[in-house]
């Protein structure tokens, strides 16, 4: 769900490897300058803003929980609680999704990269962090990895079509778009949510809900994971429509 669109791009700026960015360029385009610029080993830091640090904290925030689910299935005495971890990230990943957008309203410095970077967050924490739990929870059947895989995919293209449609769509007076085209991905923390109950109720492994298909067979699934399909197909629906807040 990206927040922070991009501005037109400048044309060519005639930069050598060894001038400086002059100060009175807009944002976008000092960090487009530096980027394509040689100007050292940590170039890509000083073109940074602050929204971009941000939301480098919504990926830090996904992959520590990706790792806590990994922990999960390699230290069984510790499931329960490495679960748990992983679950928490995941609601700190959306509020910083959420501040970047206003730091970068606040100080008026939007990006490309900022965007990209913003997408890019967003499917870590909302889309593979939650597959990733619910195989650690139990859905490890090939079907269930399959339909993990869908959801994850669709997440992909959710924010693939945003990212690209984002300049079209109608704006209000301030400029943000009026409504989102799909589910927004940070939706999944629906999922997350459902999960972190049936993790206290002591539903995971064997006594996933609504039990086990096809047991089995090379077809063997759990019905559960038609949830995580379901909510792939609404992200990637164009019919609705949710109006932004």
């Known amino acids: 769900m990206s927040k922070r669109s991009s501005a037109a791009s400048a044309g060519e700026n005639g930069v050598t490897s060894r001038e400086s960015p002059p100060q009175n360029l807009p944002a976008i385009d000092k960090q487009k300058m530096l980027l394509s610029a040689d100007v050292g080993h940590f ?12 939301t480098l904290m919504n990926g830090f925030c996904g992959v520590m929980s990706i790792f806590s689910s990994l922990h999960s299935c ?13 679950l928490a990230f995941l609601p700190f990943g959306l509020f910083f999704d959420f501040l970047d957008g206003k730091v970068a309203r606040w100080r008026k410095k939007s990006s490309l990269m900022g965007q990209e970077l913003d997408s890019l967050a967003d499917l870590i924490s909302f889309g593979v962090a939650p597959a990733m739990v619910a195989f650690s929870i139990g859905l490890r ?10 959801f994850v995919l669709c997440g992909l293209t959710r924010l693939a079509r945003f990212n690209v449609t984002v300049a079209v769509l109608p704006k209000d007076a301030s400029g943000k778009s009026k409504y989102f085209e799909g589910t927004p991905i940070p939706t999944s923390l629906g999922l997350d949510a459902l999960m972190g ?9 064997d006594n996933i809900p609504f039990g086990t298909l096809l047991e089995g067979t090379p077809l063997e ?7 995580f ?17």
């Open 141 to 150: 059947t090939t079907v269930d990895t399959v339909g993990l895989t869908f």
């Open 197 to 205: 109950y049936w993790l206290k109720q002591g539903w995971i492994l």
């Open 43 to 54: 170039s890509l830091v000083r073109a940074m803003h602050l929204a971009d640090l941000i």
């Open 229 to 245: 399909m379901i909510h792939g197909c609404m992200m990637t629906s164009k019919t609705i429509r949710i109006p932004k807040p």
């Open 221 to 227: 699934f759990h019905p559960a994971v038609l949830l």
């Open 74 to 86: 390699l230290d069984a005495p510790n499931r329960e609680s490495h679960l748990g971890w992983a």
